[in-house]
């Protein structure tokens, strides 16, 4: 080997393992290397266990995928580049021409248009059900159903589905069951002990935490893990790249705390806005007006930070006025990080892609972070002066 070979790429690098340090390492490679031809063949044997090439297995990786497992009570986890690749493979892997799924309707508006737009090209048709009812979804099966697919609370909305009484309903008739936990996540809700098969995340949301990483996470039992990494995870790609996944294990270590904070914030600010006389009405499952508190408090530990408000009022203008006085809440799409944000339902209209929303124009989403809840009630109250 020549010096300018052993400088470039060897100096140095074995020495670091001596060190124990307080942050799992961001291994940030590629390759793997081996000492000899049996090792390397080992690894691609078995290259959902051993590093081979990162879009398999990544070590870095690999311990962000063993916390969400133990989190979510499965066996095993895989970590995407998205949460929508998370939820596109939980389902493909299951799916042939032909086949049928029941969802709940109104899920994450790209999950919908996996379901309506997507997977019709391929000859799987989809039923959406109103998922208040478990009952709904057993009336709505078919001799070719395979996936019962729940997002509890769902987008916008946020109804609740009875996870433990639509697991029973899956079980009975030997479908796979599969949930969006995104919202409640594995600290508020365990969809697992709840008999639910299948929990997929955007993990761009709480459990990253931070705004700055979009990535998803799929946990199940080892089985149907091995089936997805041999066929969606490695032949679509669509893995998280070794960075994210070191931001996300920086993000779990505060999940606990953010969650709480976010939640006792909103039901501050819900309890504010449900008494305002220009608020027409607030959706958050926490709140004792919510028709579904009961169970929301049976299944989920936090009420977590988003709800959706409608304002008093018919005009667009004064939605506008209302949005673009708001300095504490920013206007943005994403959700469950740090900051407060706002996304009302009109800037949905001139889109391409979400211009059919039936979503009212009175109607704004909104996400509470880690701001002061003073300093949010107030913005609200100003910004609601302006209607
Ligand atoms: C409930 C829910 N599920 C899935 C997704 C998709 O996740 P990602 O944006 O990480 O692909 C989102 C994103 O907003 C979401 O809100």
Redesign the pocket.
């Known amino acids: 080997m020549d010096d300018l070979t052993h400088i470039l790429f060897r100096l140095g690098e074995q020495e670091l393992p001596q060190y124990q340090p307080g942050i799992p390492p961001l291994i940030q490679s590629t390759n793997f290397y081996y000492d000899s031809v049996e090792d390397m063949s080992e690894a691609l044997a078995n290259e959902d266990e051993i590093p081979f090439y990162t879009r398999g297995l990544n070590p870095t990786t690999e311990i962000l995928q063993k916390k969400l497992a133990a989190l979510e009570r499965t066996e095993d986890c895989l970590a995407f580049a ?4 998370a ?1 596109a493979a939980a389902v493909l892997v299951h799916l042939k021409q032909g086949d049928h799924i029941v969802s709940v309707e109104n899920p ?1 508006s ?2 919908g248009k996996l379901f309506n737009n997507f997977l019709n090209r391929f000859g799987v048709t989809v039923t959406m059900v109103d998922g208040r009812d478990p009952q709904n979804f057993e009336q709505a099966l078919r001799e070719n159903t395979k996936i019962i697919f729940l ?1 509890s609370p769902n ?1 916008w909305t946020f109804e609740l589905q009875d996870i433990k009484r639509v697991a029973q309903i899956a079980h009975k008739h030997g479908l796979i069951s599969i949930i ?1 936990n ?2 409640a996540t594995p600290l508020g809700t365990q969809p697992a002990n709840l008999g639910i098969g299948t929990m997929v995340h ?4 709480y459990i990253g935490g931070h705004g700055d990483a ?3 996470i799929l946990c199940s039992d080892r089985k149907t893990i091995r089936k997805i990494f041999k066929s969606e995870f490695m032949t679509l790609g669509g893995v998280i790249s070794p960075f994210n996944a070191w931001l996300l294990l920086r993000g779990l270590r505060t999940l606990p705390l953010r969650l709480e904070r976010s939640s006792n914030t909103t039901m501050k600010v819900v309890e504010y806005l449900e008494q305002h006389p220009k608020i027409d009405r607030v959706y958050y499952p926490f709140s004792p007006s919510h028709p579904q508190h009961q169970l929301a408090k049976k299944q989920m530990k936090y009420g977590s930070g988003q709800f959706t408000l409608t304002l008093k009022t018919d005009q667009r203008t004064h939605v506008e006025a209302f949005c673009n006085s708001l300095k504490a809440f920013r206007l943005a799409c ?2 469950g990080s740090f900051e407060s944000l706002i996304f009302p339902a009109i800037t949905l209209e001139n889109s391409q892609n979400y211009g059919n929303s039936q979503l009212p124009i009175n109607m704004v989403r909104c996400y509470v972070g880690l701001d002061e809840p003073e300093t949010l009630i107030k913005d609200l109250e100003q910004g609601l002066k302006n209607i």
């Open positions: 998205s949460g929508s690749a939820v994450y790209w999950s997002e987008s969006d995104s919202y955007s993990a761009t949301k979009v990535a998803g994403s959700w």
